[in-house]
């Protein structure tokens, strides 16, 4: 018996636009359809296999806070609605459309275009990234000034940060040669494979994930395994609570608001900014308990 529904990751970088659209079609014809889409996951039903076209948008002044209630959205969808297609959702910069209808017009802007805005947005990212980057770094200055040290847990965190952030930034601008090399002599945008993406993000999320677990190797020699474990299994909880909690509020205020851009992120990082506070608060309290 088939399952009802299914989640997969939404693991896609705003210039992957066209491997999503791709594996979104791969999907239907496999016989699920997408109908629900989050920041961190999509979701599929069960379909017949069939043919169903998609279409994978960055918005003009792209922004991962935008509300899908806001007037330029809405001018949007509606002109999209009149040429035959369907919204779905949007994930990060990525607003999605579909169609059954294989005389529906095309509705995806110029190349060009598409190409300006992925950079405007992955600028975005990128100024984004080094905010979190400096947060961090001041918090892994202030933990080695507490224990006198030079590296502390922080540090090691801060080092995986700037690993991940090498690699995305290179993988942009990797693409963004390319993209601009293809414009210049064909006319159109690159387009990944949907499946080199996902081996992409495998060899990037496993080294990660292993380099995550050294912090529990390097102090499992001088505290008991039981703190140790605790510790571990604590913070793994608490981030993958923390995700998805900032993904249902993303998702909120996107879909179910109509807040500006600048209201949205000001809620946003003000709640991750309090949360933030508290756990560094509560970070140094089990430290000096085990101390």
Known sequence: MRTRSKRVPAFFQVYENDSLK???????LKGWQLKEVGSLFL??????????????????KPSAFASSQSENLKAYQEFCRDAGWDYVGTTGYLHIFCTE?????????DPQERYERICQACQGNNWLACAVFGLIT????????LKKTFFCINGWVLFIMIGAMAVSLGEFLRWKSRAGRSLREEGV?????????????????APILLMSMAPMVYTAGRY???IVIGVTVGMCVYVILLAFF???LLYWLRVKKAYSTKTNMFIYWGIGLVICMAACSGMLAVIFWIL
């Open 22 to 28: 791709e594996y979104l079609e791969d999907m239907a």
């Open 138 to 145: 001041l918090l892994n200055l202030y933990s080695c000034y």
């Open 189 to 205: 945008l690159p387009c990944y494979s949907w499946k080199a993406v996902k081996r992409k993000n495998v060899m990037v999320i």
């Open 224 to 226: 008991s395994s039981k």
């Open 246 to 248: 900032f993904s249902k």
């Open 101 to 109: 209808d294989e005389k529906a017009v095309v509705v995806e802007t």
């Open 43 to 60: 979701r599929f039903e069960p379909c017949r296999p069939h043919k169903i076209r998609y279409c994978v948008e960055v918005m003009d």
